[in-house]
């Protein structure tokens, strides 16, 4: 059984569009981060929340709580988006990550 | 910025052979994690340290892991006799409280 599910698994938009990246999860948390991975393989943490919303620069950050939801948004996305988005949870009380599967994202110029 | 740095970047070895991946936290950070990502899977939590002991680790890490914080800077991996299925990408992470910062990673093959 997955606990952390992304959705979609690829996506592939032009240079431009605006970009929704999904992810739900079914235990309790105490923190959710989204993350990029590039190419070569490297992480990087993008966001963490516990509620609410965060932005930085082109990328917003959402989550309902009660729902068990995040989004991560990309707006006017430019190629050098492309990278794999990862959605990965903190559990109540533990310190390790529970990671999903990750969103892969082409951004075509 | 300070960041998290791993070594070596890659390593190969041959099957039962140990090996020991080095990464040097954040200077001020308390917590230390290790993940491996398989190639093709998802992200997998291996343990996490604190206060010089583990404090967290999953089925994963069994008896051929040991993590150690030889001296203040230092925090390796040691896997004691690899197997092919060992052959994933290594991170480590730290972090003050809460918000993990990654190293660049060990890619490791086991011939």
Redesign the interface.
């Known amino acids: 059984k997955n606990e952390v599910e992304q959705s979609p698994q690829n996506l592939t938009a032009q240079e431009g569009e605006f970009i929704t990246i999904n992810c739900s999860y079914s235990v309790g948390i ?2 959710l ?1 989204w ?1 990029q991975q590039h190419p ?6 993008l966001f ?1 929340l516990s509620s609410g919303k965060k932005k930085h620069g082109r990328l917003i950050a959402t989550i309902n709580i009660q729902e068990k939801h995040s989004s991560l948004h990309i707006t006017a996305s430019h190629p050098r988006d492309s990278a794999v988005y ?1 959605c ?1 949870v ?1 559990v109540d009380s ?9 969103t892969k994202l082409i951004i075509k110029p | 910025e300070p960041e998290v740095t791993q070594t070596p970047s890659h390593q190969v070895t041959q099957m039962g052979q140990e090996v020991i991946l080095r990464c040097v936290p954040i200077s001020n950070h308390l917590y230390f994690y290790w993940y491996r990502q398989i190639l093709g899977q998802k992200v997998e939590f291996l343990v996490s340290f604190y206060n010089n002991e583990i404090s967290e680790k999953s089925e994963i890490f069994d008896d051929q892991f040991s993590v150690e914080r030889p001296d203040g800077s230092n925090f390796t991996l040691k896997i004691r006799s690899t197997k092919l299925e060992d052959s994933a990408m290594y991170f480590c992470a730290s972090s003050e409280l809460a918000y993990q910062y990654f190293g660049p990673g060990t890619r490791l093959l086991v011939l």
């Open positions: 105490s923190a981060h993350l070569g393989g490297g992480i990087v943490s963490m990862i990965a903190r533990n310190y390790q990550l529970i990671w999903g599967a990750g």
